[in-house]
């Protein structure tokens, strides 16, 4: 039951994002663009099959630049996919990275979106820095039987708390399997 509520929640609000975002691109007009990736449509043709990296933003970007640089060391031959949210994220992973790596936006965390962006990459893993936790994807990474590794991830009290405060949402999440490796 609370599932169908924060899925159907999410599309309810989404004249709101759509008023955030055009309100936001007047400062920043790169909000303006690629709003079909935020919806699991692509404009270029993504590789498939390798490792999938979410960075939200550049504070995460920044602190996933080692472990993309290892990982295309390590996996020279496999295409590594980062997305994030924020123009700001991307801007920080094309220059990190330029065609290193390919770059989208993680769509809205949506079953429609989320199925055609997973068609789309079919990572075999897949990387999330921090705790950006999206209980849709984690399902449908769950129900492909896609591994999943929290990276760098930490709680602070406060965010602990707002949790806390979800009840049983988070405990769902939280039996979703994945792998927690947290770095101090």
Same mark, same amino acid.
């Given at each position: 039951?609370? #599932?169908?509520?924060?899925?159907?929640?999410?599309?309810?609000?989404? /004249?709101?994002?759509?008023?955030?975002?055009?309100?936001?691109?007047?400062?920043?007009?790169?909000?303006?663009?690629?709003?079909? #990736?935020?919806?699991?449509? &692509?404009?270029?043709?993504? %590789? /498939?099959?390798?490792?999938? !990296?979410?960075s939200v933003s550049v504070g995460e970007t920044l602190a996933a630049i080692p472990l993309v640089r290892?990982?295309?060391?390590?996996?020279?031959? *496999?295409?590594?996919?980062?997305t994030t949210m924020t123009p700001t994220g991307s801007e920080r992973v094309q220059s990190a990275f330029?065609? $290193?790596?390919?770059?989208?936006? !993680?769509?809205? $965390? !949506?079953?429609?979106?989320?199925?055609?962006?997973?068609?789309?990459? $079919?990572?075999? !893993?897949?990387?999330?820095? #921090?705790? #950006?936790?999206?209980?849709?994807?984690?399902?449908? *990474?769950?129900?492909?039987?896609?591994?999943?590794?929290?990276?760098?991830?930490?709680? @602070?009290?406060? @965010?602990?708390?707002? &949790?806390? %405060?979800?009840?049983?949402?988070?405990?769902?999440?939280?039996? @979703? &399997?994945?792998? $927690?490796?947290?770095?101090?």
């Amino acid at each position: 039951m609370l #599932e169908l509520l924060y899925t159907a929640l999410l599309y309810l609000i989404q /004249p709101l994002i759509w008023i955030r975002l055009w309100v936001r691109g007047r400062k920043a007009p790169a909000y303006r663009k690629r709003w079909g #990736e935020r919806y699991g449509f &692509y404009r270029h043709p993504l %590789k /498939p099959g390798g490792i999938m !990296l979410h960075s939200v933003s550049v504070g995460e970007t920044l602190a996933a630049i080692p472990l993309v640089r290892a990982l295309r060391h390590r996996y020279p031959d *496999l295409p590594i996919t980062v997305t994030t949210m924020t123009p700001t994220g991307s801007e920080r992973v094309q220059s990190a990275f330029g065609k $290193d790596v390919q770059h989208v936006y !993680l769509p809205y $965390d !949506l079953p429609d979106a989320l199925n055609r962006f997973l068609n789309k990459v $079919d990572p075999k !893993l897949v990387l999330i820095m #921090e705790t #950006e936790l999206w209980p849709k994807l984690i399902a449908a *990474l769950h129900k492909r039987k896609i591994p999943l590794v929290i990276a760098n991830a930490r709680l @602070s009290a406060r @965010s602990a708390a707002g &949790y806390a %405060k979800l009840g049983k949402i988070r405990p769902s999440l939280a039996a @979703s &399997y994945y792998a $927690d490796c947290c770095a101090k």
